[in-house]
C-alpha cells in the first residue's frame, strides 16, 4: 500500500468509526456486530503502526478512553438471566397453575402460593455486591453475557453502593441483586424535549430511552438521565436468606434497595387474578409503564425443583396487558422484500400515539390479510400494539370510495423478477433468486454455510467484500475466485497465506456432495433430507432438473375439467405431482417448488453455470454400522443441540430410518425437552425412549 492510499484509508476507518460509535452510543442502533467493528479498530491500528507519520488527530485510536475498543465490555454472568413465559388470557394463568402442579405431582388442595408484582417494561440488570459493596452492574445481554455497566448503575439513585445490615439478617459474602432499570414517564417526556432543543436523538418509548441512557460510555450522561430501579429477583447468592420469594423480596428490601410496592402474595388462582386487574386499573396513572403482571411460585424448593425450560423458568409467568389501539389513517402501502424473496406489505400511517409511542408503520403479513381488512391507502384505521410487537392494523373503519382498491405487484419491486405465491401458501415471493440483490447475500451465506458446501474461510465478511467487488454474484463465481488471486493479495488484510488457504478451501469442493449441492441452492422446502431423499432416488443433479422439466410440463398439460372446484383441480394435480416424484416423505410442494426454479431462466442459467464449476459424484448414501442400523427411530420434543433435520440426517447416516409417527414399528423414540403425545404413545407401546443425551452417545460409539 502508498501511503497515499494509506492516508485515504485512515480517513475512511476514522468516519467510519466514529460513525459507529454514534450509531452504537447515542442512537443506540448500531449497525454492524462487535466483531466488525473491531476488526475496524485493527484495521485502523495496524495501518498505525505501518506508517505512523499518517496517524490523525481525530484518530479512533487517540479517542479517551478506548486503547483496545470503546465498546462497553463484555462480561459473563455468574447465573444466566432468564426471561419469562407469557400468558394473555385468565385460562392460561390457571394452566400455568396446573403445569405446577403437575410437575410437582401435588395434589388439587394443596396451595400454591405466588407473588405477584407488575411487570415493568425496562431493561434487567444485574447488581453484584460482594461483602456488602456493589462491584459490579451487568445488563442482561443475551442472557449468559452481559454489559458492564457499573460506573452508569452507579450513578443511579435508587442503587446503593453499600447494602444495609437488613434487620437480623447477616449481609451474604456474595449476593446479585436483579430487576429492572427503567425511566418514568415524565422523565421521557421531559428528556426528549431536551434532546429535540439540542438536536438529539429523540427515543421512542421510555425503556428505550432507559437502555439508550445505561448505555452510555461515558457515565457523566447517565448521571443526567433520571433513571430508577426496581429490583424483582436475585442471581448468585452464597448463603441462603429466605425460604420464599416473598421473604427474599423483604431482605433485599431491607437491604436498601426498591422493591415494588404493589408486590404481593396470593394463595388462590382468582386473588392472583384479582391482584391483576386491581394493577391494571391502576396502570394509565402509574409513574412508569407496566406491561403485565409477574407471578412466581412462593416456595424456593419448589423453584428449584421446577427449574426452567430453554431460558424461561417453570416457576413464573408474566401476564400481559392487552394490547393498546388507536385510530389513524392508513396513508400508503409499501412492498419490501425480505432475504428469502418473501414481498412483505408494510402498511405507512399518519403518525399516532398508541401506549406511549408514536406509531407510523404497520405490518400487514401478506396479500391475504390486506384483502381480509379489505384496506386500502386513504382508509380509517384502528392499529394495536402489543408490547414491542410491530403494531397491527386491526379494522378498516371508513373509506373514501373513490380511492382505487390495493393492487399487490405481480413482480419484485427490487429485481423486477414475477413474484409468485404457491399454492397453499399466503406468502407471495419473488423468483429472482440470485439476480435480486437482497437475496444474493443470504444466498451465497447459505451456500457455503456449513449444512452445505461448508467451504472454510468464506464467511459473511469475506462474501460481503467479495460481493461489493463485483467478484461473486452467484455460487459458481466462488469458483472462479482464484482469477482474482493477485487482486485479492493487494488488498488489506489478505496475505499468501490466508488467501491461498481459501483458495485450496474452494477448490476441495470441486467434487461435493450432491445432497449438500442442491440443498445450497436454497430452493424451497428443499431442505438437506428432502435433497437426500431426492438424489437417493434421482443420483444426479441433471436428473433432478430433467424431473424439474417433467413436473413443468406436468403442470402445463394438467388442466380443470369442465365445472371441477378450485381445491379439487389443486388436489388432483398435486398427487400428480408427488406420484411423478415418486419419493417417500417428498410432497408435491417441493415439485413445486422444483419446478417454479427452474421455470425461471436466469436460475436455469445459474445452475447450469454451476454445474459447469463442479463435479458431483452420483449420490450413494453410505451408512455406518451402528447399534441402531436397519431400525425405526423417531424423534420428538425440542432438540436442544441439533435441529430436527440433523437429528434425522445422524440416524439415516447408521443405517437406520427416521419416521414421523410413533407405531409398532417404531424401535426407538428419541425425546427431547416437552415431548409429549409421541412420548406417552411410546410409553404405551413400550418402546425404547432415548434421551437427546443418550442419542448423542450412540452416534459417538458408532464413530
Ligand atoms: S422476573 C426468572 N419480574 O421482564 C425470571 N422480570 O420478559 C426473570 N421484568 O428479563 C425475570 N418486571 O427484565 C421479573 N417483576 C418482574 C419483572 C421482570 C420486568 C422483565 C425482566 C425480564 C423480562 C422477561
Avoid at 445432497?515 to 443420483?539: E, N, P, Q, S
Avoid at 409417527?661 to 413400550?686: N, P, Q
Wanted: charged letters at 25%; one cysteine or more.
Amino acid at each position: 500500500m502508498t501511503p497515499d492510499q494509506a492516508a485515504d484509508r485512515l480517513a475512511y476507518l476514522a468516519a467510519e468509526i466514529a460513525r459507529h460509535n454514534r450509531l452504537y452510543h447515542d442512537q443506540d442502533a448500531p449497525e454492524i456486530s462487535d466483531a466488525d467493528y473491531d476488526a475496524l479498530m485493527r484495521e485502523n491500528a495496524a495501518l498505525e503502526a505501518a506508517f505512523p507519520d499518517l496517524v490523525r488527530t481525530d484518530s479512533p485510536s487517540l479517542t479517551v478512553g478506548s486503547a483496545t475498543t470503546s465498546r462497553l465490555s463484555k462480561v459473563a454472568h455468574a447465573k444466566p438471566m432468564l426471561s419469562l413465559g407469557n400468558a394473555f388470557t385468565d385460562d392460561e394463568v390457571r394452566e400455568f397453575i396446573s403445569r405446577v402442579r403437575r410437575f410437582l405431582n401435588l395434589s388439587t388442595d394443596e396451595i400454591v402460593a405466588l407473588t405477584a408484582e407488575p411487570k415493568i417494561d425496562g431493561l434487567s440488570c444485574s447488581l453484584r455486591f460482594e461483602k456488602g459493596l456493589l462491584v459490579q452492574a451487568l445488563t442482561r445481554g443475551d442472557g449468559s453475557v452481559g454489559e458492564d455497566v457499573t460506573s452508569n448503575v452507579r450513578t443511579i439513585k435508587d442503587v446503593v453502593s453499600e447494602l444495609r445490615t437488613g434487620g437480623n439478617l447477616p449481609l451474604p459474602e456474595t449476593f446479585e441483586v436483579r430487576g429492572e432499570v427503567y425511566m418514568s414517564k415524565k422523565d421521557f417526556a421531559e428528556l426528549n424535549e431536551r434532546q429535540r432543543e439540542i438536536g438529539g436523538k429523540i427515543f421512542s418509548n421510555p425503556r428505550n430511552a432507559a437502555a439508550g441512557s445505561l448505555r452510555q460510555m461515558d457515565s457523566s450522561v447517565t448521571g443526567e438521565r433520571p433513571l430508577h430501579f426496581l429490583a424483582h429477583g436475585w442471581g448468585e447468592v452464597s448463603e441462603r436468606l429466605a425460604d420464599t420469594q416473598r421473604e427474599m423480596m423483604g431482605a433485599i428490601e431491607a437491604m436498601g434497595l426498591k422493591v415494588s410496592r404493589l408486590l404481593t402474595k396470593v394463595e388462590t388462582v382468582e386473588a392472583a387474578l384479582a391482584h391483576y386487574r386491581s394493577i391494571e386499573a391502576e396502570r394509565a396513572t402509574m409513574p412508569f409503564d407496566i406491561d403485565g403482571v409477574v407471578y412466581k411460585v412462593d416456595r424456593l424448593d419448589w423453584q428449584q425443583r421446577l427449574g426452567q425450560v430453554a431460558r424461561a423458568p417453570r416457576w413464573a409467568i408474566a401476564h400481559k396487558f392487552p394490547a393498546e389501539r388507536a385510530q389513524t389513517i392508513l396513508n400508503a402501502i409499501d412492498i419490501q422484500v425480505g432475504r428469502t424473496g418473501k414481498l412483505t406489505p408494510v402498511a405507512r400511517l399518519e403518525p399516532v400515539t398508541v401506549g406511549g409511542v408514536v406509531v407510523s408503520n404497520a405490518t400487514l403479513h401478506n396479500a391475504d390479510e390486506i384483502e381480509r381488512l379489505g384496506a386500502r391507502p386513504g382508509d380509517r384505521v384502528v392499529i394495536q400494539r402489543a408490547g414491542d410487537v410491530i403494531p397491527q392494523i386491526v379494522e378498516v373503519l371508513s373509506r373514501d370510495e373513490d380511492r382505487p382498491a390495493f393492487v399487490f405487484p405481480t413482480h419484485c419491486p427490487v429485481c423486477g423478477s414475477e413474484a409468485v405465491r404457491e399454492e397453499g401458501e399466503v406468502d407471495i415471493r419473488c423468483t429472482g433468486g440470485l439476480i435480486c440483490a437482497v437475496q444474493r447475500f443470504e444466498r451465497l451465506r447459505h451456500f457455503v454455510s456449513r449444512g452445505a458446501l461448508d467451504i472454510e474461510g468464506l464467511g459473511e465478511k469475506t462474501i460481503d467484500e467479495f460481493l461489493a467487488l463485483g467478484w461473486i454474484k452467484e455460487p459458481a463465481d466462488i469458483f472462479r475466485l482464484s482469477a482474482h488471486r493477485e487482486a485479492l493479495l493487494e488488498r488489506e488484510g489478505w496475505k499468501a497465506v490466508s488467501v491461498d488457504k481459501l483458495l485450496a478451501a474452494i477448490e476441495a469442493k470441486r467434487a461435493p456432495d450432491a445432497a449438500r449441492l442442491l440443498f445450497g441452492l436454497g430452493i424451497r422446502h428443499t431442505g438437506i433430507v428432502t435433497a437426500r431423499d431426492l438424489l437417493k432416488r434421482y443420483a444426479t443433479l441433471p436428473a433432478i432438473a430433467e424431473l424439474a422439466q417433467t413436473i413443468i410440463a406436468l403442470r402445463d398439460a394438467t388442466q380443470p375439467v369442465l365445472g371441477e372446484a378450485d381445491a379439487r383441480f389443486r388436489n388432483r394435480l398435486d398427487k400428480a405431482v408427488a406420484e411423478q416424484i415418486g419419493v417417500e416423505n417428498v410432497g408435491a410442494a417441493v415439485g413445486h417448488a422444483l419446478a417454479d426454479f427452474f421455470h425461471e431462466p436466469h436460475n436455469v442459467a445459474v445452475w447450469d453455470d454451476l454445474l459447469a464449476e463442479v463435479t458431483p459424484p452420483p449420490f450413494v448414501v453410505e451408512t455406518q454400522a451402528s447399534e441402531v442400523s436397519g431400525q425405526t427411530v423417531v424423534f420428538t420434543g425440542k432438540l436442544l443441540t441439533m435441529s430436527r433435520d440433523e437429528a434425522k440426517a445422524q440416524a439415516e447416516r447408521l443405517g437406520a430410518k427416521a419416521a414421523g409417527s410413533v407405531s409398532k414399528a417404531t424401535d426407538l423414540v428419541v425425546a427431547g425437552a416437552d415431548a409429549g403425545s409421541k412420548l406417552k404413545k411410546a410409553a404405551e407401546l413400550g418402546i425404547r425412549v432415548a434421551t437427546e443425551e443418550d442419542w448423542a452417545a450412540i452416534v459417538a460409539r458408532a464413530g
